[in-house]
């Protein structure tokens, strides 16, 4: 049990009991539902636990002594325990999808099964009741596991027609879990794929963004051969340019992901892609700040690695590193070799802030104001980054005497 006070970092099976039989003893059924059965089945770590039960949100609210209203309007309370959120949500039915992302009407049901029938694929329709250990799976979710299959409940076009977005869950189920989408679900994806469009940007770029940093991201493959590409941003109209199979060998980073993925678009239309896709404004620049430098060449010495640091950053070299070596521009040793040189060189001054003489310094000594100080500082700066032991205020003001007075 987890010991009171104590700051628990994740979900327990504990906490997940005391919910559910805090809400039993109420006189509610209440169950283990959705992503943390499924994860559970295939011996996975539970990321969160989704509890749903028969109690409204203002009965679970008056059962537990810390909650948040998270989704109150769709049924949700946060259950807080041990620092960890469980959300609590009420069984429900949807109907009217009218605008093909969410549902016009939420109504609240008395059956667990209608509940699991609401939800998109089998595999996440799948309720457990952890004391009893008894699982109820309407729609042969526990099969589909063994099978490794995303299928949808019931007819895959009714629910893709209801929320679009479901088809790039079917994705990105896929590409998390190796699993490969069933043919119905598959054809229902094909010809709905334009459907796509109603979706938000936003919600479209959490699902390529999970997608990506999946341990199958080359799965991302059949997004284009189901035709969902065109529909997720205009620049990815062409899924050729697309570079996916590259994605396997290339590192967990969302950044040298994206960029790999994108380097043959060029940096403008990655650009354009990410700020359609609503990127944050980070995320944008480092990635096109990598496709623009990616056919720089790879440095062979101090001075050409400092010189890199400088043009783009300490920090970023590592990621322009991987990029090339995702794409295929560099080899796996000239990789570790350069990277081997990045780390000689990292503590070494290339910015002004770690020059060791400032403006005021310069003016000091009367270089006088303004943009002369300016050229002063990139003078020095580049005499550093050409030979780091310069970086001594005597050494440099001396270089300055010898470089404006001569
Ligand atoms: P993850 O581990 O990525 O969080 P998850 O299965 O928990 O996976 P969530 O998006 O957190 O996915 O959703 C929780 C559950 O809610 C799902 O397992 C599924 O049962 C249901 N669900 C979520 N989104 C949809 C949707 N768009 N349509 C139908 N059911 C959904
Ligand atoms: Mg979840």
């Known amino acids: 049990m987890a010991q009171k006070g104590k700051k628990e970092s994740g979900p327990t099976l504990e906490d997940t009991i005391f919910i559910i039989r805090t809400l039993e003893e109420a ?5 283990a539902v959705g992503g943390c059965v499924r994860d559970a089945l295939l011996l996975l770590p539970a990321k969160d636990v989704d509890i749903t039960t028969s109690a409204k949100p203002w009965q679970v609210k008056a059962l537990f002594a810390k909650t948040f209203d998270t989704g109150i309007e769709h049924g949700t309370i946060t259950v807080l325990l041990h620092g960890t959120g469980y959300e609590v949500t009420t069984f429900r039915t949807e109907d009217g999808y009218s605008d093909h992302r969410r549902p016009d009407h939420v109504s609240y049901t008395l059956s667990l099964e209608e509940d699991l029938s609401r939800r998109d694929f089998t595999i996440n329709a799948m309720a457990f009741h952890p004391e009893s250990e008894r699982l109820i799976d309407p729609f042969g979710g526990r099969e589909d596991l063994e099978n490794r299959l995303i299928r949808c409940v019931g007819d895959p076009y009714e629910r893709f027609d209801e929320d679009a977005l479901r088809m790039l869950r079917a994705v990105r189920f896929a590409a998390r879990l190796g699993f490969t989408i069933e043919d119905k679900t598959r054809d229902a994806i094909r010809a709905l794929s334009p459907t796509l469009r109603y979706v938000s940007k936003e919600r479209i770029f959490e699902e390529l963004k999970k997608t990506l940093m999946s341990d199958h991201p080359s799965v991302l493959e059949q997004a284009v051969d189901l035709g969902l590409c065109p529909y997720m ?4 109209q062409d899924g050729q340019k697309l570079k996916i199979s590259a994605l396997e060998n290339t590192e967990k980073d969302l950044m040298v992901r994206l960029a790999v993925l994108m380097s043959d678009l060029g940096e403008n239309e990655a650009g354009k892609v990410l700020k359609e896709l609503k990127s944050d404004n980070d995320t944008r620049n480092a990635v096109t700040l990598l496709i623009a430098h990616l056919k720089d060449p790879l440095p062979e010495d101090g001075v050409s690695m400092r010189h890199l640091m400088a043009l783009i950053g300490k920090e970023k070299v590592p990621f322009l590193l991987q990029v090339k070596k995702g794409v295929g521009l560099i080899s796996h040793e000239a990789y570790e070799r350069t990277l081997a040189l990045w780390r000689q060189e990292r503590e070494a001054p290339v910015t002004l802030k770690e020059l060791s003489v ?3 310094d310069l003016i000091r000594q009367g270089i006088g104001q303004g943009k002369a100080v300016g050229e002063a500082l990139q003078y020095l700066l580049q005499q550093v980054i ?9 050494c440099l003001i001396e270089l300055l005497h010898q470089h404006w007075y001569n």
């Open 27 to 31: 006189g509610f059924e209440a169950y």
């Open 233 to 236: 941003a205009q620049g990815l």
């Open 358 to 360: 400032t403006g005021k």
């Open 386 to 394: 050409e030979d780091p032991a310069k970086n001594d205020p005597r």
